[in-house]
């Protein structure tokens, strides 16, 4: 039986996406055990990005390059792996992926998730992932949180899946995520606001005065740490989120890797009714030149996300 409703789901992608759920919905038993099981938030080692692994990070970075295998994907791109593995040659999908999201809150039961990115693969290894965002073919999520869901686009609109723990299958839950296009929430990391550029501190700024300033409104603040959770809580009632480039060095480009977090989230925001951007350019028409190349990223409600490219003007 498939790990998720196969109704609304493309044929071709279905054994990529069930290969998905079915190791999404493993890894969500293991996080639910937390401290019963392995300690999951330990520190095991570092990954070509200079990032400090935890166990969790690496084990379902094998559980999920398993499942492509077994599925019949061609690539395997991977937060925690530096080069793109092969993994069967005559496969015809390429899938990245952030197999563990948000790693600073395993440890504490706050939402974490894994982010995926699928591609029609090419010849060569590099080349299929280092293209245009807009080429990829499905994006998704799945959130480790009080409930354990899958929001999913395959350039039909975004849909959201809740894995229900009856059946052990992602059921269809909503099939047209719509972000609204206000927002009454921000979410940026405010410790980084004395390495901000000025069009940056300029937006927040406005947001702190709200009705006081020029807002018109008053605006809450929430930062979770974990990309996931804070993309399901946009997608769901609006906000903007913002990870930008700032002056700490190694962030000339912010902190999100292009191909397997801001990509895939990009697809499902846009999907779904709202922007994203790199602070003014549509992230669908950028192109990654590396692996594991960062990008600043800036998504949300389409009134705001274009309030901020204008600030940038
Ligand atoms: O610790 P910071 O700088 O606020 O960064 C938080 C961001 O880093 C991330 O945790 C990066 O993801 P990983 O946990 O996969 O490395 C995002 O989920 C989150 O948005
Ligand atoms: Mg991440
Ligand atoms: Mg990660």
Avoid at 13 to 38: E, H, K, N, Y
Avoid at 212 to 221: A, C, H, S
Avoid at 275 to 296: K, M, N, W
Wanted: charged share 20%; glycine share 10%; with cysteine.
């Amino acid at each position: 039986m498939p790990a998720i409703d196969p109704a609304r789901l493309p044929a071709d992608l279905l054994p990529v996406i069930d290969a998905l759920c079915a190791t999404g919905a493993a890894v969500s038993r293991i996080v639910a055990r937390g401290p019963l099981g392995q300690a999951l938030g330990a520190g095991v080692g570092e990954n070509s990005d200079g990032d400090q692994q935890k166990a969790l990070d690496v084990l379902a970075d094998e559980m999920f390059e398993a499942a492509l295998r077994q599925a019949g994907v061609k690539y395997y791109a991977s937060e925690e792996q530096e080069e793109v593995l092969s993994l069967n040659a005559s496969g015809r999908y390429a899938v990245a992926a952030d197999p563990l999201d948000g790693s600073s809150n395993i440890d504490v039961n706050v939402t974490i998730g894994t982010i995926f990115s699928v591609f029609e693969a090419k010849e060569g290894a590099n080349e299929s992932f280092l293209r245009p965002a807009s080429e990829q073919v499905a994006a998704g999520y799945i959130a480790y949180g009080p409930q354990c869901l899958l929001a999913l686009t395959w350039g039909e609109g975004t849909l959201l899946y809740v894995l229900d723990p009856e059946t052990g299958v992602f059921a269809l839950a909503d099939e047209k995520m719509a972000l609204p296009k206000a927002a009454k929430e921000f979410s940026i990391n405010s410790s980084n606001r004395r390495h901000w550029t000025a069009p940056v501190r300029a937006y927040v700024e406005e947001n702190e005065a709200g009705k006081t300033g020029g807002k018109g409104k008053d605006m809450n603040f929430r930062w979770v740490g974990s990309l996931v959770a804070e993309t399901h809580r946009i997608l769901t009632r609006g906000g903007t989120f913002l990870y930008p480039s700032d002056a700490r060095p190694g962030y000339e480009n912010g902190r999100l890797r292009m191909v397997y977090e801001v990509a895939p989230m990009a697809f499902l925001v846009e999907q779904a009714g709202g922007l994203a951007t790199d602070g003014v350019t549509p992230i669908l028409s950028l192109t990654a030149e590396q692996l594991h190349e960062r990008r600043p990223f800036v998504f949300g409600s389409a009134e705001e996300v274009e309030r901020i490219t204008a600030l940038h003007g």
